[in-house]
């Protein structure tokens, strides 16, 4: 005995569709939170440091991975020895602890953090550029997906 359902070949293509139309939607709004958390950090990041000019905002950069599912917003470090990017994103000494008490910054980021520390006696104040403007640009990113996922199933 079998039994046929009429109409499921259409309702698994419609679904298929939907699950495309749902895909491309996060595709679209982590492109647009990625770009707009590179222009800010770009915009943000020292131009100079002790009145010597700073390449930072030539090396803030975006990466895309999983074909779009995936964003990357980072800072090439120039020095692997003067980690000048680094020190100004988190500060050094003082300014870092400051910086890093700051409840925005999960633990995630505090290790990030920790692999620039020397020594602690550090005294570079602290200039964050990237890490603002990701917080920024995420604090509403569910909402964000949710909204242009059901704008585009209508």
């Known amino acids: 005995m079998s039994v046929t359902v009429k109409g499921l ?4 293509k419609d679904l298929d569709k939907q699950e495309n139309i749902v895909i ?3 595709k679209d709004i982590l492109a647009s939170t990625a770009t707009d958390i590179e ?4 915009a943000n990041a020292p131009s100079t440091w002790e009145g010597q000019p700073l390449t930072i905002k030539q ?3 975006k990466f895309v991975e999983d074909g779009g599912l995936n ?7 120039g020095d692997p020895v003067f980690e ?5 994103e988190f500060g050094t000494g003082l300014s870092a602890k400051e910086i890093l008490s700051n409840p925005q910054y999960t633990q995630e980021v505090r290790d990030i953090a920790r692999r620039f520390y020397r020594n602690g006696q550090g ?10 403007s990701f917080f920024r640009n995420t604090a509403n990113l569910v909402r964000d997906i949710e909204a242009e996922i059901n ?3 209508k």
Do not use: S, T
Request: net charge positive.
């Open 71 to 77: 964003w990357k917003v980072e800072v090439k470090v």
């Open 9 to 12: 070949a259409a309702a698994l």
């Open 84 to 88: 000048i990017e680094a020190w100004l």
């Open 24 to 26: 491309q939607a996060v």
């Open 123 to 132: 005294r570079i104040i602290g200039q964050p550029y990237l890490m603002p």
């Open 59 to 61: 090396r803030i950069d």
């Open 39 to 42: 222009r800010q950090a770009v």
């Open 151 to 153: 704008k585009d199933l």
